[in-house]
């Protein structure tokens, strides 16, 4: 028996129900699942402007650097422009799983310049990495934040629902391949989320960062829905609509639960969303990895390849802020499109 099924053996009988607790039959069980769950989920923190500051400002480089000496930098010294980073290089490495092998491949500049000009803020590199990040995707600039929509279900016990927030990336993971076939043309970053709330009870859910494309599929196969569509562009409800079904084929497949039922599906700024898992993004015909760290151990590889997919461009990130005066380097089209 292979990893996965393992995996999901474990997840057999486990179920979510409205009284805001998975129904497992032992706790051992539920353990072993979450720890199944990936190997490293540790989940991504937004810094603030002055804790960025703090947690990424590297030591100072010997000698003057001025204006001419090809670096974008931003506070503390620690972002530069991201086609600085750009490596004409075509593939990094193969990861082999049971159930096929996956190309993990080099974004070309012209990718990466179409998605920056897609996110709200754009985004930056990280020089030198931190924590196994090359790119920061902004999420805060000044006292802005990227808006999500929520996907929210009941209340879970703290137990249930570090369970269920693992298994949420697994459950998205097995989503992708189904939702690309849509064919819509604009950015979807599905997170698994998790906030604290009063009496050690944990929300649990997924949120939806992105921006339909206005020349898109999207924008001619569903009608304009407000208020979402108003936020992300005509288009935009309809694309998490699709993704939502993917998820619900996804955790029949792949066996991880998916909490039901949906609650709420509200707008909300990126900190108040607690915690999140940068684990994929969707922009067009592309899918790309953000998991600063490629463990071929991560179960999220099979549950990829047994869906389909074959290849993803790697871009190692984690959230970040800024200054709004270094908006022009995260996101130098932002005169005309933000």
Avoid at 49 to 67: D, I, Q
Avoid at 288 to 306: K, N, P, Q
Avoid at 310 to 317: G, K, V
Wanted: charged content about 20%; glycine content about 10%; some cysteine.
């Amino acid at each position: 028996m292979g990893r996965l099924e393992a995996a999901i053996s474990k997840a057999d009988g486990v179920s979510s129900t409205t009284d805001g607790h998975i129904h497992h039959r032992s706790s051992i069980q539920q353990l072993t699942l979450a720890s199944a769950c990936g190997v490293d989920l540790r989940a991504d923190q937004t810094p603030t402007l002055e804790t960025s500051r703090r947690k990424f400002t590297p030591a100072p480089e010997p000698g003057p650097r001025g204006p001419g000496d090809g670096k974008s930098v931003l506070a503390g010294d620690y972002a530069v422009s991201i086609l600085d980073l750009f490596r004409p290089q075509p593939e990094i490495r193969v990861i082999r799983t049971p159930k096929g092998s996956i190309r993990v491949l080099e974004p070309p500049s012209d990718v990466l310049v179409s998605l920056r000009a897609s996110l709200r803020f754009g985004f930056v590199g990280i020089r030198p990495p931190q924590q196994g990040a090359d790119f920061g995707i902004v999420m805060q600039c000044g006292d802005e934040e990227a808006y999500a929509i929520k996907q929210q279900c009941v209340d879970l016990d703290e137990e249930a629902g570090v369970l269920q927030f693992k298994c949420n990336y697994m459950v998205i993971a097995g989503a992708l391949k189904s939702y690309l076939g849509n064919g819509f043309g604009g950015l979807l970053m599905p997170v698994a989320y998790q906030r604290p709330k009063e009496g050690g009870r944990i929300e649990a859910g997924i949120a939806y960062f992105g921006r339909a494309l206005p020349t898109g599929r999207e924008a001619v196969d569903f009608q304009h829905q407000k208020p979402y569509d108003d936020y992300f562009g005509h288009g935009f409800r309809g694309m998490i609509g699709r993704f939502i079904e993917a998820l619900a084929q996804s955790s029949s497949t792949t066996g991880f639960p998916l909490q039901s039922p949906i609650i709420g599906m509200d707008i909300r700024k990126r900190l108040q969303l607690g915690s999140i898992i940068l684990g994929f993004l969707v922009h067009g015909p592309h899918l790309f990895c953000l998991r600063t760290r490629l463990d071929e151990t991560d179960l999220a590889w099979e549950i990829l390849s047994g869906s389909g997919v074959t290849e993803f461009y790697h871009l190692p990130s984690t959230p970040f802020a800024i200054d709004p005066d270094k908006l022009k380097i995260a996101k130098p089209e932002s005169r005309s499109t933000a």
